[in-house]
C-alpha cells in the first residue's frame, strides 16, 4: 500500500508570495496532520484535521490556513511569505486521531528567497 | 505546560556498540502517548514505537528496546549492537491533552554510527 504522500517535493518562493502544498493520506485514514520543521529542530504543530474538519490549531500566523477534501487530502497554504517561513513541510496521516500512531510523508521542502 | 527534552543533542558511537537516547517528558495529564521517530537523512520521519500512559511495560523489537519509567517521566530508546544504518536523528514525541492531535517533538538526537 502507497503511504503518505505530498507534492511538490522542493519549492523555491519568493517574500511575499503564496504557497499550496499537497498531501494524500495513507488509504483508510481520516486523520490529516500539518507539521514545519526548521533545520536543527524537532516539528512543530500546525494544524490536524479529521473528517474535514479542523480538530487542532497549533501557534501559527493566520498566514497559515489548510483544508481537507472529502477523499481526505489536505492542502497546506501559506500567504505572504517570510524567509522564516524556510523549512520542510510535513504532513502526516493517521487512523483517527493522533493517539494513533501517525505516519509521515517526505515533505516539502520551502525556500523562501 | 507540555515538553519533551532531548538533552543529547549528538551521540557519535562505532559500529556494534550499545546506545541510549534519553527522553524526559513533561505533562499533567494522567492519559498521554509517548512516541519515537527516526529521521534519516532522506527527511522522512518514520514510526518505531508507541507507548500509553498506562503501560509501562518495556518493549523490545529486534535490536531496539524502550525503557518507559513514570516515576522519573522518562522514555528512553536503547540501540544494541548498532550499526552503520541506525545513523540519523532520533525524535522523542508526547501527545496529551484528549482525543485533539498533535505531538510535541524534543529537538532530537543525531546519532552517527561509525563503521
Known amino acids: 500500500d502507497a503511504g503518505v504522500t505530498q507534492s511538490p517535493t522542493h519549492l523555491i518562493k519568493t517574500r511575499g508570495q503564496h504557497v499550496t502544498l499537497r498531501c494524500s493520506p495513507i488509504s483508510g485514514h481520516k486523520s490529516v496532520s500539518w507539521y514545519q520543521q526548521v533545520l536543527g529542530q524537532g516539528p512543530q504543530f500546525i494544524f490536524q484535521y479529521y473528517e474535514k474538519e479542523e480538530r487542532g490549531r497549533g501557534n501559527f500566523p493566520d498566514r497559515f490556513s489548510a483544508r481537507q477534501f472529502p477523499n481526505y487530502s489536505s492542502e497546506l497554504n501559506v500567504n505572504a511569505l517570510l524567509l522564516g517561513d524556510s523549512a520542510l513541510y510535513l504532513c502526516?496521516?493517521?487512523?483517527?486521531?493522533?493517539?494513533?500512531?501517525?505516519?509521515f510523508g517526505p515533505g516539502t521542502r520551502l525556500t523562501v528567497t | 505546560a507540555q515538553k519533551v527534552t532531548q538533552a543529547q543533542t549528538e551521540i557519535s558511537v562505532v559500529e556494534k556498540e550499545d546506545v541510549t537516547l534519553d527522553c524526559v517528558y513533561e505533562?499533567?495529564?494522567?492519559?498521554?502517548?509517548l512516541f519515537w521517530y527516526k529521521q534519516p537523512p532522506s527527511g522522512e520521519l518514520v514510526f518505531l514505537i508507541r507507548?500509553?500512559?498506562?503501560?509501562?511495560q518495556n518493549e523490545i523489537s529486534g535490536r531496539y528496546s524502550w525503557n518507559f519509567q513514570k516515576s522519573t517521566s522518562s522514555f528512553n530508546f536503547t540501540i544494541t549492537a548498532s550499526q552503520v544504518v541506525d545513523s540519523a536523528v532520533y525524535f522523542c514525541a508526547l501527545k496529551a491533552g484528549g482525543s485533539q492531535g498533535n505531538l510535541i517533538f524534543g529537538k532530537g538526537t543525531k546519532l552517527s554510527v561509525k563503521p
Open positions: 507507548r500509553n500512559s498506562f503501560d509501562e
Open positions: 505533562t499533567r495529564d494522567t492519559t498521554y502517548y
Open positions: 502526516a496521516s493517521s487512523v483517527r486521531g493522533a493517539r494513533n500512531e501517525q505516519y
